[in-house]
């Protein structure tokens, strides 16, 4: 089974410096991966997310991905973090073996706070 | 678009007694899931309906949980007898395919808010 692991559990930085989440996941075949961003007091919303091709994934409000298939990796980005982006972001992957289905195996969540 | 709505939003009961979650996930999506969020641990799946049929209950702990999605719509979770260690988050989460061109893969979960419950 896969399984997913996010290095960092809580990150504090100011504004203006810039933000690296790392993701690794244990499983050898083709996956599909994730980032979820939950907000204080919202829901859990998307993104951004990998399926193939240009492995640098490009998502909402300035975010970024790089999946590095040798390294089992799937790291978040973001050059210059703001307040607004204090919230927990959660890294989660599909994999395709199970055709079927479309579940999401997620990491534990690192919770930034940016502090202004 | 409405999202997923879920309620109750907040629930306390004490342990061996019974809970029930609600979920209406959104107009036209085929797929329903429900997970649980234990504080300081990401979504774990419990449940997973396309229309009203389980795809995946592998994690679902049947001999206290439950999960009905009879008219393929709406859906609830049940936990009967609750135990200490279901404190948690409940998920609620749908997903369609339309605009992915049909691989299952690509369906986007949209989640709602989550049903707090604590058992005491």
């Known amino acids: 089974a896969q399984s997913v692991s996010q290095h960092n559990h809580h990150v504090i930085l100011s504004e203006a410096a810039s933000l690296e989440l790392g993701c690794n996941y244990s499983y050898g075949g083709t996956v599909n991966l994730f980032w979820y961003v939950q907000y204080p007091g919202q829901h859990l919303q998307l993104l951004l997310k990998y399926f193939s091709g240009d492995p640098l994934v490009k998502g909402i409000k300035g975010f970024e991905a790089e999946f590095i298939k040798s390294k089992f990796s799937f790291n978040l980005r973001k050059p210059s973090v703001q307040w607004s982006d204090t919230a927990e972001y959660f890294c989660?992957?599909?994999?395709?073996?199970?055709?079927?289905?479309?579940?999401?195996?997620f990491g534990g969540g690192t919770r930034v706070l940016v502090k202004p | 678009e409405a999202g997923v709505a879920q309620s109750p939003r907040y629930k306390i009961i004490e342990k061996r007694q019974s809970v029930a979650f609600w979920c209406n996930p959104i107009s036209g999506h085929a797929t329903l899931y429900w997970y649980q969020q234990i504080l300081g641990q990401g979504p774990k799946l419990l449940i997973q309906?396309?229309?009203?049929?389980?795809?995946?209950d592998s994690q679902l702990p049947k001999d206290r949980f439950s999960a009905e999605r009879l008219k393929g719509v709406d859906s609830t979770l049940k936990i009967q007898p609750a135990k200490l260690e279901d404190s948690a988050v409940y998920l609620c989460?749908?997903?369609?395919?339309?605009?992915?061109?049909?691989?299952?893969?690509?369906?986007?979960?949209?989640f709602g808010p989550g049903t707090r419950l604590t058992v005491t």
């Open positions: 989660a992957v599909n994999a395709l073996a199970k055709a079927a289905g479309n579940k999401l195996t």
């Open positions: 989460a749908s997903s369609s395919p339309h605009g992915t061109g049909g691989n299952p893969s690509h369906y986007e979960q949209y």
């Open positions: 309906f396309q229309n009203n049929g389980v795809v995946d």
